[in-house]
């Protein structure tokens, strides 16, 4: 089944602010007739409103408009975000006065406010939503597009996996990694070679495990599968395998199975604000140059087609390599532009392909120029002497 993706040029033909990004959003809150789904409505806004220095995220005017729409349709719209984000939104731009809407914390003041669900993957059990979102009938995904250590790309999915869920169900998805063995010990027997394994990786990613002395840990993080300390390990004691990455994708596609799972069917739109795409997620609290060119603003009721058509536009662009933090790596390969800083096995493509086997939606989508780019043209110009 192929859905529908709605999009927004970057571009324009004039310069006329009904061709800019916030005239061509609301052209798709009106393809998604978001105004005539929310009457007497609580809407939740799941976005992520950064912390410290961030100013990449998304801009107050674009929130004010999904605010405006969902108050016009006659819903009652609030944001929210994790705790220690949501805190100190207001510094970011995201003041009630400014937006329209209170700011509120997922899990409330303390992190504490949450409905367990139940499913067992690698080290998981028990999934620990934000009351926030079980207490509202209607979602609004708004998401801010950029890279992610350990995935390469954040969107759609990302923004309710980890956003929604309070802080140790957020943790325990992150240690998914480790789940699946890759240090052999007994293959690496002495402190020198383990050593030298340490020292080969120039990203800091391999550590001695400060629970287990004597043993190796990898930070997938920063790993960037270089490979540089596979030449250096004993065979078979050290492995950098794809299912040790693919796992925090896998766990993502869950955790938004279930927040996707509590709201009744046509009850939530999916948005994708691809603009000052950063290396890394916002939660870093700072932003640093854009690595990817603009690519504009996307929206669907399909959280699938959503992330796949974002990823499928930003992959026919370039990584701006010289706007890359120096400390970061690039190494070109035949995947995505983000996997150029992340590493090939970090393949933002998992989280979709997980998410349709959950029945999420279809990868399979129609992309919806909601006002294409008039492509002017010019009559040829003669040479006009300066003297003339």
């Known amino acids: 089944m192929t859905s529908n993706v709605y999009w927004g040029s970057p571009r324009q033909a004039r310069l006329d602010a009904a061709e800019t990004l916030p005239a061509k959003l609301d052209l798709i809150l009106d393809a998604l007739h978001l105004r005539d789904r929310v009457k007497d409505e609580l809407v939740a806004i799941k976005m992520h409103v950064g912390n410290n220095l961030s100013y990449s995220v998304i801009h107050p005017v674009f929130v004010r408009k999904v605010v405006q729409a969902i108050k016009d349709g006659g819903g009652k719209p609030f944001v929210v975000d994790v705790d220690w984000d949501a805190s100190g ?3 970011r731009g995201y003041a009630s006065e400014t937006i329209g809407c209170p700011v509120y914390p997922v899990g409330g003041l303390k992190d504490n406010y949450y409905v367990s669900y139940f499913h067992e993957y690698k080290n998981m059990k028990e999934w620990k939503l934000g009351g926030m979102i079980q207490d509202a009938s209607f979602l609004v995904n708004f998401a801010h597009v950029k890279g992610h250590p350990s995935c390469s790309f954040g969107a759609a999915f990302k923004n309710l996996a980890l956003g929604c ?5 957020r943790g325990l998805m992150h240690d998914t990694h480790h789940v699946d063995p890759y240090w052999f010990p007994e293959l690496c027997p002495d402190a020198e070679t ?16 400060r629970h287990a002395p004597g043993n190796l840990h990898l930070h997938y993080e920063p790993c960037n599968q270089c490979g ?10 050290w492995k950098i395998n794809p299912a040790n990455f693919w796992t925090f994708q896998e766990a993502m596609a869950i955790s938004t199975s279930i927040v996707l799972g509590t709201f009744d069917p046509g009850k939530a739109v999916h948005l994708n604000l691809a603009t000052h795409m950063t290396p890394v997620c916002d939660c870093f609290g700072f932003t640093s140059m854009p690595i990817l060119p603009d690519a504009g603003i996307f929206g669907s009721d399909d959280i699938v087609a959503l992330d796949q058509a974002t990823l499928d536009v930003i992959a026919q662009s370039r990584l701006i390599t010289e706007n890359v933090p120096t400390s970061m ?6 995947g995505h532009p983000f996997t150029w800083m992340h590493g090939p096995m970090k393949d933002p493509y998992k989280v979709v392909e997980y998410g349709e086997a959950l029945g999420l939606g279809s990868r399979q989508y129609e992309l919806v120029d909601v006002l294409p780019v008039e492509e002017k043209k010019f009559a040829p110009m003669a040479y006009i002497h300066a003297r003339s």
């Open 89 to 91: 939104a207001e510094k």
């Open 165 to 169: 869920m309070v802080g140790g169900t």
């Open 194 to 209: 383990r050593q030298r394994i340490i020292d080969s990786c120039p990203h800091g990613a391999i550590v001695e495990d």
């Open 228 to 237: 540089r300390c596979l030449k250096v390990a004993p065979e078979g004691s």
């Open 329 to 334: 790596e690039v190494i070109p390969n035949d």
